[in-house]
C-alpha cells in the first residue's frame, strides 16, 4: 500500500528550471504589456489635446506653432516645409543617419537643409520634444549664430555650417555634440552634464571649459588655440584628440579611463601619463619633451613620438607594443628587447650607431634611415617587408636574409656589392648613390621601380625583370644597356654613362627619356610615339626625326643636330 504521504511525494514538482522559465516569460509578459500600456498612454494623451492636421502628418499643438512659424518665416505653407524636412538627411553623421520622424505627432528628429529652407534665424516653441537635430553644409548663407531650446534633444550635428556662436544653456540632456569645422571661439557645454561625446574640433576656440562633464568619454578638440586643457574632473575620458592646438600644459585626471591620446603638434615639454594603466595608442609627435615615461603604460601596442627632444627611451615597461615611431629625436641607443611583437618600427633621423634586431623577430616595416649605421643584421627578422635604411655609413647589406621584402631604399650608403636575386617579391629598389660596382637582380618578377643612380656599374641585367616600368641607372659607368626584355618601361633614366647606342625598338610605352652625356650617335625615335619628354644633349647626334613626337613637351638637344619635325618652343 502507498500512504497518502508517500503518493503526495510521487506527485511531480516543478523544478527550479521551471520556475526560472516561468518567471523569465512572466517578466517578457510585463515587458511586452508595459510597451503597449506606454504607447496606448500615449495616443491617448495625443487624442485629449488639440492636435492639428498639415498634409499627411497630425502634429501636437506645440508642433504645429513651431511649423507654422518656419512657414511665416520663409513664406513657405506648412505643407511644403514639412515635405522638404522629410526629404532632407545626412547619411554619415559620425556613422548614423539623421533624418525626419515623428511621433505620436512630436517632432522628434529633423535635419534642416538651408539650402532648401532658407532661415535666417531660430526661435523655438515651448514643448517640443525633438531628440535628434542636424544642420546641413549649405552653399547659401546660413545663420552664424544658433540657440538650442530643446530640453529633451540628445543628438546635435552642426558641422560645417559657418557657426560663430552656439548657445547651448537650454539643452540639458544633450550627451553627443559634433560641431567641428566652424568658426567658435567659445563654447560652454557646461550645462550638458550629461555629454559623452565631443567634437568641437577646427574651430577658434581659445578655452574649453570642462569642469562636471563627468560622463564625457570621447574628445576631440584639436586643431584651435587651446593653450591649456584641464582634464581632471573626466575620469571616464577614454578617447582624447588634442592634437595641433598651443597646449603647453596638459591636465589629466588621477585615474584615467584613457585608451587613446592624440597630443601632437603641440608645445608640450611634458606628459604625465601616471595615471593611465589602459592606455593603448599614444602619440605625442611634434611637441617639445626631453623625456617620457611609460611606466605606467603597461598596455601600450602603438607609440608615436615623432620630432621630439628625446635622448633615451626605455621601452621595459610595454611588452605589448607593436608599431613603435621614433624619428627625428636625438636618440644614440634603442634597446627592443623588451617589445617581442613589434611589427613597425620607424627610428629615422636619430643618431643610432647600432640596432639589434635579435628580439624583434616579428618585425615587418623598418624604417631608420639618417642615422648612423655601419652595419645592419637582417637575419633575425625575416618576416620584413618594407626596409629603409638610407643614409647611413653601411658597406654591406645582406637583403638574401630578408625574402619577403616588397620595397627596399638602401641609398646613400657605401655598399659596394647588392644581391636581390632572393627578393621574388621585390616591386622597388632604390640604392642610388653608393659604390655598387655590381647589382645582381636575378629573377625579379614584380619589379617595377629600379634606381641605382650615381654608382659604379659597368653592366647591368634586366633580362628577368619583365614588369619593370622605370629605370634610373644615370651616372654609371654602363657602356651598353638591353631593353629588348622590358617592354613596359615608360621612364628611363639613363645619361652621365658610355653608351653607344640605345635600341628603343623594345620599349613601345617609353615617354619620358634622359640620355645626355653618352657617346650616343643614333635614336630611333620613330619607335618611342608616347615620348613626352626628351633630353639627349651631350652626346654625338647630327639628326633626330621628331616627326612621330606628336605628345612631345620637353626636348633638350645640342643646336648642331639637325631636326626632322618642328621641336616645342625652343630647345635647351
Known sequence: MIDNEEARSLISRPSAALATADGAARGILMR??????????????????????????QLREADHRQVLMWAQAMGLSPEEVLQRLAQARIDNAHGETLSFAIDNGALTSLVWDFDVLPLARFEWVDGLQIRRLGFKQASTPSPRTLTIRLPRLDFLWCNRVGLTELQLQTAPALTRLFCAYNE????????????????????????????????????????????????????QLNLLVCDYNRLHALQLPEASAL???????????????????GLRVLNCNHNHLRELDLAATPRLTELWCRHNLLTQLDLAAVPALGSLACDHNQLT???????????????????????????????????????????????????????????????????????????????????????VSALVALSLLVCDNNQLAELKLGDLPELKELWC??????????????????????????????????????????????????????????????CRANQLMALNLPAVPQLSLLDC????????????????????????????????????
Open 32 to 57: 511586452m504589456t508595459s510597451g503597449v500600456l506606454a504607447a496606448a498612454r500615449a495616443q491617448q494623451a495625443l487624442s485629449e489635446q488639440s492636435t492639428h492636421q498639415i498634409g499627411d502628418h
Open 537 to 572: 644633349g651631350g652626346n654625338c647626334l647630327t639628326l633626330l626625326d621628331i616627326r612621330t613626337l606628336s605628345q612631345l613637351s620637353v626636348f633638350a638637344a645640342d643646336p648642331t643636330v639637325g631636326l626632322l619635325g618642328t621641336p616645342p618652343g625652343r630647345r635647351r
Open 184 to 235: 567658435l571661439t567659445t563654447l560652454d557645454v557646461r550645462a550638458a552634464s550629461g555629454l559623452t561625446t565631443l567634437a568641437c574640433d577646427n574651430n577658434q576656440l581659445r578655452t574649453l571649459n570642462l569642469s562636471g562633464l563627468s560622463a564625457l568619454t570621447t574628445l576631440w578638440c584639436q586643431e584651435n588655440q587651446l593653450a591649456e586643457l584641464d582634464l581632471a574632473e573626466v575620469s
Open 453 to 514: 643612380r650615381h654608382n659604379h656599374l659597368t653592366q647591368l641585367d634586366l633580362s628577368r625583370v619583365p614588369a619593370l616600368t622605370a629605370l634610373a641607372c644615370d651616372h654609371n659607368a654602363l657602356p651598353a644597356l638591353d631593353l629588348s626584355a622590358v617592354p613596359a618601361l615608360s621612364l628611363l633614366g639613363c645619361a652621365h654613362n658610355q653608351l653607344r647606342q640605345l635600341a628603343l625598338t623594345g620599349v613601345p610605352r617609353l615617354s619620358k627619356l634622359w
Open 259 to 277: 585608451t587613446e591620446l592624440w597630443c601632437r603638434g603641440n608645445q608640450l615639454t611634458r606628459l604625465p601619463l601616471a595615471s593611465m594603466p
Open 333 to 419: 641607443r634603442l634597446d627592443l628587447a623588451a617589445v617581442p611583437q613589434l611589427s613597425m618600427l620607424s627610428c629615422n633621423h636619430n643618431d643610432l650607431s647600432q640596432l639589434d634586431l635579435a628580439a624583434v623577430p616579428q618585425l615587418r616595416e623598418l624604417w631608420c634611415r639618417e642615422n648612423q649605421l655601419t652595419m645592419l643584421a637582417l637575419w633575425s627578422v625575416p618576416q620584413l617587408s618594407l626596409l629603409d635604411c638610407s643614409n647611413n655609413r653601411l658597406t654591406t647589406l645582406a637583403a638574401v636574409a630578408v625574402p619577403a621584402l616588397t620595397k627596399l631604399w638602401c641609398a646613400d650608403n657605401q655598399i659596394t656589392r647588392l644581391d
